[in-house]
């Protein structure tokens, strides 16, 4: 079974500041690795994902994440927080040996950014 | 594309009564998904389909769920009778067979009082 731990429910930051959110995943095989974004009320947005090749994956608003597979780990970065980066972020996983639509998703960190 | 698109917004209603959740999903996908979020348990998976056809329900909560799928473009979620812990944003997804990228509506805010 594959599970994703997100380590940290909220995350602050100040604007300009450097953003990292952690994902820590769990899975038999080697998995396909999401970022999905939440803004408020509204449903969630691909940010990036990572199937096969290049480890270090950009996705939009200047996010990136790199897939390292001795650390199980998925973290998301951002060298520069804006405010309209305010949002719930979340961390999935697929099985691309099985059903890989079928996401498991971590319970999300919420990232606030400061002025 | 208008993208997923979800009805109602909001639902209120009272223990016992019957819900139910409406999605239209991206015209030409091939798969469904019905998505749960709560504060506890975070963004669960309750079903999905494939070409219509569900292929996995192993997390519907149980009986007083369920979920069809009669063509492409409609898929219900129902509730049967509701509860006060069924209260939660239900989201429904849906992505092609060539993509693994989920498109997920704006989510259906349900509180059973």
């Known amino acids: 079974a594959q599970s994703v731990t997100q380590l940290g429910s909220h995350v602050s930051v100040s604007e300009g500041a450097l953003v990292l959110l952690r994902c820590n995943y769990s899975?038999?095989?080697?998995?396909?690795l999401f970022w999905y974004v939440q803004y408020p009320n509204q449903g969630l947005q691909l940010l990036l994902k990572?199937?096969?090749?290049?480890?270090l994956v950009k996705g939009i608003n200047g996010f990136e994440a790199e897939f390292k597979k001795s650390e199980t780990s998925f973290h998301l970065t951002k060298p520069s927080a804006h405010m309209s980066d305010a949002a719930e972020y979340f961390c999935?996983?697929?099985?691309?040996?099985?059903?890989?639509?079928?996401?498991?998703f971590g319970k999300g960190t919420l990232l606030t950014v400061n002025p | 594309d208008a993208g997923v698109i979800q009805s109602p917004r909001h639902e209120v209603t009272e223990m016992g009564q019957e819900v139910t959740l409406r999605c239209k999903p991206i015209?030409?996908?091939?798969?469904l998904f019905w998505y749960r979020q709560t504060m506890m348990r975070g963004l669960e998976l309750l079903i999905y389909?494939?070409?219509?056809?569900?292929?996995?329900d192993s997390g519907m909560p149980e009986d007083r769920f369920s979920a069809k799928m009669p063509n492409a473009s409609f898929s219900t979620l129902k509730i049967q009778p509701s509860e006060p812990r069924d209260s939660a944003v239900y989201f429904c997804?849906?992505?092609?067979?060539?993509?693994?990228?989920?498109?997920f509506g704006s989510g259906t805010q349900l509180s059973v009082l």
């Open positions: 997804a849906s992505s092609g067979i060539t993509n693994e990228k989920l498109f």
């Open positions: 899975s038999s095989v080697p998995p396909y």
């Open positions: 990572y199937t096969t090749g290049a480890t």
């Open positions: 999935a996983v697929s099985d691309p040996g099985g059903s890989n639509y079928k996401l498991t």
């Open positions: 015209s030409g996908h091939d798969y």
């Open positions: 389909f494939n070409n219509n056809v569900p292929i996995d």
